[in-house]
């Protein structure tokens, strides 16, 4: 019961960021699932990730749920299993941040799979029209190496993700610290 709870909550809060997208949200996204971690074990989280990907599937359309998989879904587990074994914020953060750049990286190959398009290149024309810009503010005007814009964009999604990672503890610490002991205590079946 409780893990159909959690997978609906997580459903839940990803159907109203994707209709009113603030990005506040995407900072709660990881914790039901990660709470489920803590409370019971990884077969449970696992339960609740697979069941929140299928209610966003099924609500929002298969594209949608496999995004969140990939993206959120793993990462709470991930992080649900480095929080109870109670391992480093620092390393907690740095391999929720790997977690979820190997989860863009597989959103972006299924897209341009799906749009039969390169979309990396795009994020790369990108980058290199930010390089170009900011080169050309400081009187530079020298053209912007391919490699440089690469490394460039890779170190912004490494950048973009480590920091929403850790925005994602800090919530979730702040959550489970006023859930108290109940976070990470088992209810007792009624018998």
Known sequence: METAFLASTTALLWLIDTYIPTGVLRVFFVTPTALAYL???????????????????????????????????????????????????????????????????????????????????????????????????????????????QVVALTLILLDRGLGVGATHVVSWWIFRGLGPAAVVKPRANT
């Open 39 to 149: 409370r019971w074990d990884g077969r449970t989280a696992r339960m609740s990730a697979g069941v929140a990907a299928l209610l966003i599937g099924l609500l929002l359309g298969p594209l949608q749920g496999f995004s969140y998989l990939v993206s959120t879904g793993v990462l709470a587990l991930g992080l649900g299993w480095l929080w109870r074994r109670k391992v480093p914020w620092l390393l907690s953060i740095t391999l929720g941040t790997v977690l979820k750049t190997m989860g863009f990286f597989a959103q972006l190959g299924l897209f341009s799979l799906l749009a039969g398009e390169n979309l990396w290149r795009y994020t790369s024309a990108d980058v290199h029209y930010i390089l170009q810009t900011m080169l050309a503010g400081f009187q530079v005007w020298s053209p912007v190496s391919s490699f440089s814009v």
